[in-house]
């Protein structure tokens, strides 16, 4: 092998090390950790700023359910299935200092914690059949006329979240 296909061949090996390597965290956790920096509304106000840390949930996508062929439809139910999504609320924490901005020193903050919660969802979906009927027997492979019908499935979200209020 000559030298020049044995460093394209170093060359891309290395490339693809470093894409698995950098897609490898993103995609280990289900969801990725925020820090919002607020030190210019300190700046701005000349007042402590709130704390706050969260994270940003990553949708996973399931498999949607199978098109079923039913008698007398033309169209597979449901046309357009509802693919289901899931991930995970982040835990989240706020916490405002309010000594300096009710001026009683015996209340020191305010602190808000929610809890990470499953979260489940499924995009909408369609339902459709045109206004004619599969081949009939007895009038040759023709078709029937019918009604046309249309309908949606309606989206779904299935959550528990649960948040703490506390006051120090």
Known sequence: MKSTARGTLTVL????AAVGAGAAPAAAGEQVPVAIPLT???????VKAPELSTGVPIP???G????????GRM??????PAVPLSSELPDTRV????????GDHKIDHVG????????????????VNPPLTGPVGDRFGLP????PEAGLVTPLLTTAPGAALDIA
Do not use: Y
């Open 75 to 80: 169209l597979p139910e449901p046309l357009l």
């Open 13 to 16: 090996a290395g490339c693809l």
């Open 144 to 147: 029937d006329v019918a009604l």
């Open 40 to 46: 210019g509304v300190e700046n701005a106000l000349h």
């Open 95 to 102: 916490e405002a200092p309010l000594s300096q901005a009710t």
């Open 60 to 62: 996973v996508p399931g």
């Open 112 to 127: 808000l914690t929610t809890a990470g919660s499953d979260v489940r969802t499924a995009t909408p979906g369609a339902s």
């Open 64 to 71: 949607p359910d199978a098109p079923r062929f039913a008698a």
